[in-house]
């Protein structure tokens, strides 16, 4: 099974769109089977709504779309209340976007939902790499908030390589409940050093579309140089493992 461990869906409030008829079309062109869904940001900053309507899509999708809850930890504990709603409508994660909501992912506001999350028995989904929000020791930190649940990093952990993120990256890999997703990281190397330093139960495939081309998205995955089992860990093990999918 190939499993997109990242797709936005909706209108987003900063300008990208997708829908579930669009996504669903991205994914039949590039062989994936089943993509793990989150609205976008909403005009409005209303999360129920959206969470809703992805909800509706997935039910619609014939289990081909599975949802994750995404909230704005300013809201407190309404916030941590949307979460166990959503979990209850089906929800199989917790997707936050610090850059976006404008949260810094290590703040004490942020606890009760990792902790909410893992008593609800679903992992945490996090848009990384932005500046000052969700930089890699900012995401290390945030993943003790409950540190026997799986803590995902978008975009390698960190949005821009340079310099020594790669080396904070893999600080925050050194925590053993952190996986990274594959999307945006433009360095095979990076994505090979983090199966050969942490292992291929830490890497998993997603394309971030509509915000990454998904069908480029797939073949980053599928040039780097790993094993057959690695690159089967990577494209869907990994993801029906944390995300409790059906094999």
Same mark, same amino acid.
């Given at each position: 099974?190939?499993v997109?461990?990242?797709?936005?869906l909706?209108?987003?409030?900063f300008?990208y769109?997708?829908?579930?008829?669009?996504?669903?079309?991205?994914?039949?062109?590039?062989?994936t089977?089943?993509?793990?869904?989150?609205?976008?940001?909403?005009?409005?900053?209303?999360?129920?709504?959206?969470?809703?309507?992805?909800?509706?899509a997935?039910?619609?999708?014939?289990?081909?779309?599975?949802?994750?809850?995404?909230?704005?930890?300013?809201n407190g504990?309404?916030?941590?209340a949307?979460?166990?709603?959503?979990?209850?409508?089906?929800?199989?994660g917790?997707?936050?976007?610090?850059?976006?909501?404008?949260?810094?992912?290590?703040?004490?506001?942020?606890?009760?939902?990792?902790?909410?999350?893992?008593?609800?028995?679903?992992?945490? =989904?996090?848009? +990384?790499?932005?500046?000052?929000?969700?930089?890699?020791l900012? #995401? @290390?930190?945030? %993943? $003790?908030?409950?540190? /026997?649940n799986?803590?995902?990093?978008?975009?390698g952990?960190?949005?821009?390589?340079?310099?020594?993120?790669g080396?904070?990256a893999?600080?925050?890999?050194?925590?053993?409940?952190?996986?990274?997703?594959?999307?945006?990281?433009?360095?095979?190397?990076?994505?090979?050093g983090?199966?050969?330093?942490?292992?291929?139960?830490?890497?998993?495939?997603?394309?971030?579309?509509?915000?990454?081309?998904?069908?480029?998205?797939?073949?980053? =995955?599928?040039? +780097?140089?790993f094993t057959?089992?690695?690159?089967?860990?990577? #494209? @869907?093990?990994? %993801? $029906?493992?944390?995300? /409790?999918?059906?094999a």
């Amino acid at each position: 099974m190939i499993v997109d461990g990242l797709v936005h869906l909706g209108t987003s409030h900063f300008g990208y769109e997708l829908d579930a008829i669009t996504a669903l079309a991205g994914m039949n062109a590039v062989g994936t089977d089943v993509a793990i869904a989150v609205p976008v940001h909403p005009k409005g900053a209303d999360f129920v709504p959206v969470n809703d309507a992805v909800a509706a899509a997935a039910r619609a999708s014939q289990g081909r779309l599975v949802t994750l809850a995404r909230v704005d930890p300013w809201n407190g504990p309404a916030a941590v209340a949307e979460l166990r709603r959503a979990v209850g409508n089906g929800a199989r994660g917790l997707f936050l976007h610090p850059g976006e909501e404008h949260f810094r992912i290590n703040d004490d506001r942020v606890r009760p939902l990792a902790e909410a999350a893992a008593e609800l028995g679903v992992p945490v =989904v996090v848009a +990384a790499g932005f500046h000052l929000y969700s930089e890699p020791l900012q #995401l @290390g930190r945030a %993943a $003790q908030f409950a540190p /026997g649940n799986p803590f995902v990093l978008t975009n390698g952990g960190q949005l821009n390589i340079s310099g020594l993120m790669g080396f904070d990256a893999e600080l925050a890999l050194a925590n053993d409940n952190v996986l990274v997703q594959t999307s945006g990281m433009y360095r095979e190397d990076f994505l090979e050093g983090v199966v050969a330093t942490f292992g291929p139960e830490r890497l998993m495939f997603a394309t971030a579309a509509p915000q990454m081309d998904m069908s480029y998205e797939r073949k980053r =995955v599928e040039l +780097a140089h790993f094993t057959d089992a690695e690159r089967a860990l990577i #494209l @869907g093990g990994n %993801a $029906q493992r944390v995300f /409790g999918l059906p094999a």
